[in-house]
């Protein structure tokens, strides 16, 4: 079996396996800058569309780990290259917050914030973890596809671990709008889904069997990584608890208490 420092590329889930909040998890500076010193390869992902990638770079650095937003892939980016590539200057309609919003919009797509009488110009309808949802948004994706647009999302995460337990994310919006339209989510950006797999390994050049997946949640972060052929490391530092395991279907190749285990690993081979 592997060992947790035989890998090449190491691509880390951000909440509850980096941080919580505003707080590094114990271990978390020790394990980057270790990777890093070793000359492995380092690449963060998350599946929340709340803030871009200069945003996380610029929270990492803040809290200790000096971080390029070049080392950082989410969901929202993903989505904006994705519909950037498909549909170039497309008219969208998105149920997410204001950086989302931005994203698109550096990609080129017209975003509308209100289509009412407009949609059948909307091409596309996004969702996305988003804490202002409301009736109206809703409506506005359910006329918009019903009048032939296309229904995608950035995530399909249940919950976002914070500080003191869990807060709703985008498979609340993704559900209600899957309930009203009777359309399933065509196509989706973030882990564990294809696309997702696609852009780490090509941002990372390397073979997803050279390759470690850690994160918190088994399915998104381990998924994705099983499915992808990578190895995969679970913390219990997020939503997955002990008590969880042993999981009928997906099981990781190492169960840690937090990341600082491979700071620890990384240690002994010196």
Same mark, same amino acid.
């Given at each position: 079996m592997r060992r947790l420092t035989d890998y090449q590329g190491y691509i880390f889930d951000l909440d509850g396996t980096i941080y919580l909040g505003e707080r590094l998890i114990d271990g978390?500076?020790?394990?980057? =800058?270790? =990777?890093?010193?070793a000359g492995k390869r380092v690449v963060f992902l998350s599946n929340?569309?709340? %803030?871009t990638r200069d945003d996380y770079a610029r929270k990492l650095t803040r809290l200790g780990i000096p971080t390029p937003a070049e080392e950082v892939i989410n969901s929202s980016w993903v989505m904006a290259r994705w519909l950037a590539a498909e549909a170039p200057?497309?008219?969208?309609?998105? +149920?997410?917050?204001?950086? =989302? =919003? !931005? %994203?698109l919009r550096r990609a080129g797509l017209h975003v509308v914030e209100d289509? /009412?009488?407009?949609?059948? %110009? @909307?091409?596309?309808?996004i969702a996305a973890f988003d804490r202002t949802f409301h009736y109206q948004k809703l409506n506005h994706a359910l006329q918009? +596809?019903?009048?032939?647009a296309r229904f995608v999302a950035t995530? /399909? !995460?249940?919950?976002?671990? @914070?500080?003191?337990? %869990?807060?709703?994310?985008?498979?609340?919006?993704i559900g209600a709008i899957e309930g009203v339209t009777g359309r399933p989510v065509e196509l989706i950006t973030g882990k564990p889904y294809p696309i997702m797999v696609e852009t780490i390994l090509r941002h990372l050049g390397l073979p997803a069997s050279d390759c470690l997946m850690v994160g918190d949640r088994l399915e998104t972060d381990m998924l994705m990584g099983v499915r992808a052929g990578m190895g995969t490391a679970l913390v219990l530092t997020g939503v997955t608890r002990r008590e969880q395991l042993p999981h009928p279907e997906i099981r990781p190749d190492f169960v840690l208490d937090s990341v600082a285990a491979i700071a620890h690993a990384l240690a002994e081979d010196t």
């Open positions: 978390a500076r020790e394990t980057v =800058l270790g =990777l890093r010193a929340k569309p709340l %803030e200057g497309a008219t969208v309609y998105v +149920i997410g917050e204001p950086p =989302l =919003l !931005d %994203e289509p /009412s009488g407009r949609y059948h %110009e @909307v091409r596309f309808v918009a +596809i019903r009048r032939g995530n /399909s !995460d249940r919950t976002c671990p @914070v500080e003191d337990g %869990e807060i709703p994310d985008a498979a609340g919006v």
